[in-house]
């Protein structure tokens, strides 16, 4: 009979941030695989939750070697609970090894969904929200990381990453270099801790802020690159969305394709292709 394997999020900084659904988790499951044990007994101290369950050391320099051991115990079918220092297991913290032996084993996989440094950063910082991507860590040489940032130079969308204080004056500067100096940005320091702060303004300010010395757990959100305006006179536009429609897609569709790819607005999309059709 096959356990189960529960990823619990766990609170950034304030222990209220959860709710009674890890409490009971952490109160009965088997085994708890914990990224560090001490924070482990304080946070159920916090939260005033007694446990019996196996605690079992999960951080990234042991993960491979825990590994067998917590598939023969979910083989066994006892309920392991994957905890990490703070936010969800995998998100650029133990766990991911973990969860794949676990699909491949058959074995069923939940979550006590809980906070997460990369939303919360994201919903802070002021920065468009629509579309994001996650980067995790940027690379810790330098050359590695201004190579990193530079193939980023185009992302349109908003971009999350997670720094340590004593690289943080290095990344920006890197970023500001690779991105443009004025490209809006946002630290988040110590999220929902005693010592919270966000920091917003262009590249090349934050970095000189952060030469200062920064303390703390850090999320670096950065705005997309702007789209560069593409300039079609009325006759190209109806021949890119004609394009389009050769391509299959409706003329709604393909005047809406257009719009995006130029940036324009639809209006001026449309009469282009009602000017070119009179004609």
Known sequence: MSGRLVLGGAPLGQPGDVGPRLREVMGTADVLAVEDTRRLHRLASDLGVTFTGRVVTFHESVEKA??????????????????????????SDPGYTLVRAAIEAGVPITSVPGPSAVTTALAVSGLPVDRFCFEGF??????????????????????????????????LADAAAAFGASREAAVCRELTKTYEEIRRGPLAELAEWAAEGVKGEITLVVAGAVAAPVHLDATQLAAAVAEEEAAGATRKDAIRAVVVRTGLPRRTVYDAVVAAKGS
């Open 66 to 91: 825990r590994l067998p051991g917590l598939m023969t115990a979910l083989a066994e079918g006892a309920t392991v609970l994957l905890l990490t220092d703070a936010g969800m297991p995998s998100v």
């Open 138 to 171: 940027l690379p810790r040489k330098g050359g590695e990381r201004r190579s990193a940032l530079a193939a980023l130079a185009d992302e349109r969308r908003t971009m999350v990453f997670f720094e340590s204080p004593h690289r943080l004056a290095d990344a």
